[in-house]
């Protein structure tokens, strides 16, 4: 009992006052922005893809959602209205996986074109592109102290970059 009002408790302070929204993404090209408690219909229906969507991920601060499709872009979304920002372009096939770092700051993407990107959300530029893998690269996430990213894809491998 004392574990679980712990968590609540992190949770709480991690959630501050705003309400908890859910993003979902769809093989329509389409996402939508939810707040599932208190309302059965989406706040908002997020078009601008072209072909389905692979993966959505908020930013940690909950101020941006990033979305990745087989149409090769990343793009970036309000994390409060659904509102469109911009698309990150660079990869030349489907983009399968996205991860934030920490502080919000970075995101790097998993593509079928064998490369891992790591784009600066405020430039909304490019910051580094990590080609390396052989093959498909369906999995990507960040070391907690946001120097390292981590890949893994097609080519079995597991490489650790230095960002």
Avoid: C
Avoid at 1 to 19: H, I, T, V
Avoid at 43 to 68: C, E, K, W, Y
Wanted: glycine fraction near 6%; avoid cysteine; charged fraction near 25%.
């Amino acid at each position: 009992a004392a574990l679980a009002a712990m968590a609540l408790e992190r949770y709480n302070q991690a959630k501050g006052s705003s309400k908890e929204l859910l993003v979902s993404g769809s093989d329509d090209f389409t996402l939508f922005l939810w707040d599932a408690a208190d309302n059965k219909k989406p706040l908002a229906r997020m078009t601008g893809h072209q072909q389905l969507v692979n993966d959505v991920r908020f930013s940690p601060d909950m101020r941006l959602i990033a979305s990745a499709s087989f149409d090769k872009s990343v793009k970036l979304w309000d994390g409060r209205t659904g509102k469109f920002i911009t698309t990150l372009r660079g990869h030349v096939s489907a983009v399968y996986q996205l991860a934030w770092s920490a502080d919000s700051r970075l995101l790097s993407s998993g593509s079928k074109d064998s490369t891992v990107k790591v784009w600066d959300i405020k430039s909304k530029h490019l910051l580094e592109d990590l080609p390396g893998h052989s093959d498909e690269v369906y999995a990507v996430d960040w070391s907690p102290d946001g120097v390292r990213v981590v890949s893994g894809g097609k080519d079995r491998v597991l490489k650790i970059w230095r960002t």
